[in-house]
């Protein structure tokens, strides 16, 4: 998952939300959350599909990643705002085959 690292010091440049799944850019870079993502500030979470989401995520256009880390159990991308996007990797969270597809800058394809 290393290369996912390049996220780090980059710019969320779109949201595009598809039926069942997000996709997130970053001038180059592309993240697809198959499985659906959550996004948290602080104490609160709001998952896809609630009231708040979409905004709380567009929001987000134009802000640096902070950080990025991958477990067992989820994706996590961290904004310079504080707000975490998060996919999760739980089986049982799962909606198809995959819980994200990840397509790097030098075109290595990461899938999940």
């Not at 996220?7 to 595009?16: C, Y």
């Not at 996007?85 to 198809?96: A, I, M, N, P, Q």
Request: aromatic fraction near 8%; charged fraction near 20%; charge should be negative.
């Amino acid at each position: 998952m290393h290369i996912m690292r390049e996220l780090v010091g980059r710019q969320l440049s779109s949201v595009e939300f598809v039926r069942d799944y997000v996709q997130l850019r970053f001038d180059g870079p592309c993240l697809t959350a198959l499985n659906l993502p959550s996004i948290s500030r602080d104490s609160i979470v709001v998952r896809s599909g609630d009231s708040g989401f979409r905004d709380e995520l567009c929001a987000q256009i134009g802000v640096e990643v902070a950080a990025v880390a991958i477990s067992d159990e989820q994706l996590a991308l961290t904004f310079n705002t504080s707000v975490t996007f998060s996919v999760s990797l739980r089986k049982e969270d799962y909606t198809g085959p995959e819980a994200l597809n990840y397509a790097g800058t030098d075109g290595t394809c990461v899938v999940i």
